[in-house]
């Protein structure tokens, strides 16, 4: 029995909370990971291994990162037009922050709790069979 | 070419007897022993299941940046508390400092027992894993915490001290097994003498109640016979500052460092025979063996005291390792004059 | 006005991958040859990286000049004795000779130290059922260990056990600043001779992480290239299309001695050891400081502490991993320092032909700058086939160069944000 998205919901917030150990009032969807909530490198290292053992999957590496950018590739065009989609879509993120023009170094900044909550929820309605 | 004078400022202690240095020399004038059987994990299998343990320590006080915390193993944390009592005593300003370092001695790693296990429990084959150091690679890629390296790397003991104070001074970590924190003591403060830092974090910090350091003990026949040696932990951290700079901010002077000797021999002899010894044997007694942050938890109890005459501080270790500091009562006429 | 004692370097000794002592990796390294390939020791197959750069086993029994039992404690033990009694044969030093008592060993070594072996097998009794079972993990652990646990844990023991052998009863210090730490036991040599702690001092590094816990550890903070189709192109420092380090493995160590010294008894001098920086980021636990901080700290301390200035450096034997983060930094912490003048600064990283020695890194990495001064030759870096705006540096692509060398840097940087930096002027 797959758990409920609010369930899912919950348990993602709890997991980034305790990683950054931040209190849970500022661990909201739109949070940036890195941003928001002082995300390094190796953070999202071990928030991808919580997720798998709290969750029972194996999350591919870049799978759960690219979120909104598969297929993108380098292109700064590519990059600039899928930006303005995410944009609509998250009307509640802090785009002030983000670079018009971003390059690949400037995606981890863009990964918000919601980015992560929508990953699991995909994968655990029986979306995209997880390669081991 | 002139070298510098090295005072020490700040003291910071944890051992078994206290989280702090006071705790610590109540418990010792009361004469309150601190040594029991290990609560950390199950040692009965071992020839003497006695430890010293720090308990009651809440780490998160001390900690700038708490997130750094599920980085930090035992030894680490105490080593970050103790860093931060020695700041707090000595009166440091706070702040990013280039010219703070930070020099830390500690001694073997306990190597993640639980996580180690964990991650077999996740693979296909445990017990394959357990004959086999490939299935077990395996089995660590397929399910261990990939920050398990970094929370056993020795030189991260150093590392959390500089990030958590922001201090951009050198840095290492000494590991000359029980001379380590000694021998790391000898360094920060020479690294003061020769202009290399203004203020240095110098002390040792260390764990040794877990299994791989009791077989280590254990092997080596020193938890067998009347006396075996009771394995313990904690942190001992002193703060050196370049004397004139610490004079001129008003600092309280402890000790001046004297003379020192790196190993074995006859220098290390005749540091020891012309000062007051630092109560080694009485905590040891007491708390248990500390391993590298013995000696410097001696000498830092010395320094608490109050220096009526020169005080040795003496580390040596079965291996032959081996490190000596004399520190002088701090030179009070100077500082009247000024 | 006392005259301020100088330090050079008369002896060096290592085992690294693909060479047999330091003449044969000098050759190689100016032949441009990697010693990257597919894992050999064990079976890497599931693993995301499947290629290192294996050092060869030290020829015959170890440790023929120290002559004293290093065996059955682990390949760090065995390549650090060979390295050793190499850089004491080089110098002339025979062991327990006259110059022993009063020299000192400075070492840096790895967390292959600790014996693993035992203590996988009593993890998994720990596992075994479900929820972790200490007492079953300790039991099994006891049981299982294997001779010399204390030594294995121990890179002290490994010191004293190299200073007894050799004789030296000087002052003695082990240090494990990660893969800083090759740089900083010379430069604490450096610093003891100085000072006038000791005339003589054997300093080296040891490490190898090329084991399977070694590798999966790594792989798992992805820091690791994953070219395995094509190794010798795998480490590629500065170049766009690096993907992470190679790990390497070996030891190498140097005798160095105070100047006056070395000449009275006519030995050899490969190059002069003018200073010694190190410092820390103090950032965050991996990632580096964005515009190297800790790095462009520990250069400029280097060359304060030589009396020497950036417009004197001619070479830069960089840190060079080839991760992307990285060796950008190291870029712009060289760019802070230097300035325009990095324009005319040969800058070239071993690691694109060995790999990354982690804790051994920095000792070899300064063995590679001695030689370059002796020579008067930098070696090129391997694989320099895409640009990088952001690493637009001199890292000599074409192959090995003449250089007038007058000064070099050595750089090691370490996980934690620890930096050291060695300044080597001609002799």
């Given at each position: 029995m797959n758990p409920s998205p609010s369930e899912i919901e919950s348990r993602v917030l709890s997991i980034v909370a305790d990683a950054l150990d931040q209190p849970a009032e500022r661990v909201t969807l739109d949070a940036s990971l890195v941003d928001d909530l002082g995300a390094e490198s190796i953070d999202f290292l071990d928030i991808v291994f919580r997720l798998e053992s709290d969750f029972g999957l194996k999350i591919p590496e870049e799978e759960i990162w690219q979120g909104s950018f598969d297929g993108?590739?380098?292109?700064?065009?590519?990059?600039?037009?899928?930006?303005?989609?995410?944009?609509?879509?998250?009307?509640?993120?802090?785009?002030?922050?983000?670079?018009?023009?971003?390059?690949?170094?400037?995606?981890?900044?863009?990964?918000?709790?919601?980015?992560?909550?929508?990953?699991?929820?995909?994968?655990?309605?029986?979306?995209?069979?997880?390669?081991? | 070419m002139r070298e510098r004078r090295v005072v020490v400022t700040g003291l910071g202690l944890l051992t078994p007897l206290g989280t702090g240095l006071g705790a610590t020399r109540l418990a010792l004038a009361e004469g309150r022993c601190a040594i029991a059987p290990a609560t950390l994990f199950d040692a009965s299998p071992f020839a003497s299941p006695l430890a010293g343990e720090v308990r009651g320590l809440d780490p998160r006080a001390y900690f700038r940046v708490p997130k750094a915390l599920k980085l930090c193993d035992r030894r680490t944390r105490f080593a970050v508390c103790a860093a931060a009592m020695a700041l707090e005593d000595a009166g440091f300003p706070a702040g990013p400092c280039d010219g703070l370092g930070v020099s830390i001695g500690t001694s073997g790693s306990d190597l993640g027992a639980e996580e180690l296990s964990a991650a077999l429990a996740r693979s296909e084959d445990p017990a394959l894993s357990a004959r086999d150091t490939d299935a077990f690679g395996e089995a660590a890629l397929a399910g261990l915490n990939p920050l398990w390296l970094l929370v056993h790397l020795p030189n991260m003991t150093s590392a959390h001290v500089a990030i958590?104070?922001?201090?951009?001074?050198?840095?290492?970590?000494?590991?000359?097994?029980?001379?380590?924190?000694?021998?790391?003591?000898?360094?920060?403060?020479?690294?003061?003498?020769?202009?290399?830092?203004?203020?240095?974090?110098?002390?040792?910090?260390?764990?040794?109640?877990?299994?791989?350091a009791f077989a280590a003990l254990e092997q080596k026949g020193l938890l067998s016979g009347?006396?075996?040696?009771?394995?313990?932990?904690?942190?001992?951290?002193?703060?050196?500052?370049?004397?004139?700079?610490a004079l001129a901010r008003g600092a309280r002077l402890l000790g001046e460092v004297g003379a020192h000797a790196l190993s074995a021999g006859t220098r290390l002899a005749a540091l020891a025979a012309d000062a007051t010894p630092a109560p080694s044997r009485q905590l040891e007694r007491l708390a248990g063996?500390?391993?590298?942050?013995?000696?410097?938890?001696?000498?830092?109890?010395?320094?608490?005291?109050?220096?009526?005459?020169?005080?040795?501080?003496?580390?040596?270790g079965p291996a032959g390792e081996a490190s000596a500091l004399l520190v002088l009562p701090p030179d009070e006429a100077a500082r009247s004059a000024a | 006005m006392r005259t301020r004692r100088r330090v050079v370097v008369t002896g060096a000794g290592l085992v690294a991958p693909g060479a047999d002592g330091a003449a044969g990796l000098w050759e190689n390294l100016l032949a441009g040859r990697s010693a990257i390939g597919p894992i050999r020791r064990f079976d890497a197959s599931s693993y995301p990286t499947r290629i290192a750069a294996e050092a060869l086993?030290?020829?015959?029994?170890?440790?023929?000049?120290?002559?004293?039992?290093?065996?059955?404690?682990?390949?760090?033990?065995?390549?650090?004795?060979?390295?050793?009694?190499?850089?004491?044969?080089?110098?002339?030093l025979a062991p327990r000779g006259p110059w022993a008592a009063s020299a000192g060993l400075s070492l840096a070594t790895g967390m292959g130290t600790y014996g693993h072996a035992e203590v996988f097998g009593a993890a998994a009794a720990g596992a075994a059922r479900g929820g972790f079972d200490g007492k079953a993990f300790a039991e099994e652990l006891r049981l299982g260990l294997l001779p010399h646990a204390a030594d294995r844990q121990s890179p002290g023991a490994l010191a004293a056990h190299l200073a007894r052998a050799a004789g030296i009863g000087g002052p003695l210090l082990a240090s494990m600043t990660a893969c800083a730490g090759g740089t900083q036991a010379v430069g604490d040599a450096f610093r003891w001779i100085r000072r006038g702690e000791a005339d003589v001092v054997l300093a080296g590094a040891s490490d190898s992480e090329i084991y399977p816990m070694g590798l999966a550890s790594f792989c798992l903070l992805g820091a690791l290239s994953r070219r395995n189709d094509a190794p010798e192109r795998a480490s590629r420092p500065f170049d766009g299309a690096r993907d992470g380090f190679v790990l390497g493995e070996g030891a190498g160590f140097l005798v160095l001695e105070e100047r006056e010294h070395a000449r009275a008894r006519g030995a050899d001098v490969l190059a002069e050891v003018a200073g010694f920086g190190s410092a820390c980021d103090s950032y965050r636990v991996t990632d580096p400081h964005p515009e190297g901080l800790g790095a462009a700290l520990a250069m400029r301390r280097a060359l304060d502490d030589a009396g020497l200035s950036p417009d004197d450096v001619d070479y830069v034997n960089a840190h060079g991993t080839s991760t992307p983060g990285g060796d950008r930094v190291e870029v712009r912490a060289m760019k802070a320092v230097f300035g325009s003048r990095l324009d005319g600064v040969a800058v070239s990283s071993t690691k694109s032909m060995i790999g990354h020695l982690t804790v051994a890194a920095g000792a070899v990495e300064a063995i590679v700058t001695a030689l370059s001064l002796r020579d008067g030759r930098v070696h090129p870096t391997l694989n320099q086939e895409l640009r990088d705006p952001e690493c637009e540096i001199d890292t000599v692509p074409e192959g090995a160069r003449r250089v007038d060398l007058r000064a070099a840097l050595s750089n090691s940087f370490a996980f934690g944000g620890q930096t050291a930096c060695l300044a080597f002027v001609r002799a």
């Open positions: 993108v590739g380098d292109d700064p065009d590519a990059l600039a037009e899928r930006l303005a989609q995410l944009k609509v879509r998250r009307p509640g993120f802090r785009w002030d922050r983000v670079p018009d023009r971003p390059t690949r170094s400037d995606l981890p900044r863009l990964i918000t709790v919601g980015t992560v909550v929508e990953y699991l929820e995909k994968r655990l309605s029986g979306g995209a069979a997880s390669p081991e | 958590q104070r922001e201090a951009r001074g050198p840095n290492t970590t000494v590991m000359t097994g029980w001379a380590a924190g000694l021998s790391a003591i000898v360094e920060g403060a020479a690294w003061i003498a020769e202009g290399r830092a203004d203020a240095v974090l110098a002390g040792g910090a260390d764990s040794a109640v877990h299994p791989f009347p006396s075996p040696l009771v394995p313990a932990e904690g942190a001992a951290v002193v703060l050196f500052e370049e004397r004139e700079a063996n500390l391993l590298a942050a013995h000696a410097p938890a001696a000498l830092v109890l010395s320094l608490a005291e109050g220096l009526a005459g020169p005080v040795a501080a003496v580390a040596m | 086993a030290p020829a015959g029994a170890p440790a023929s000049v120290l002559g004293e039992e290093f065996g059955g404690r682990g390949r760090i033990w065995d390549f650090a004795a060979e390295a050793a009694s190499q850089a004491l044969s080089a110098a002339g």
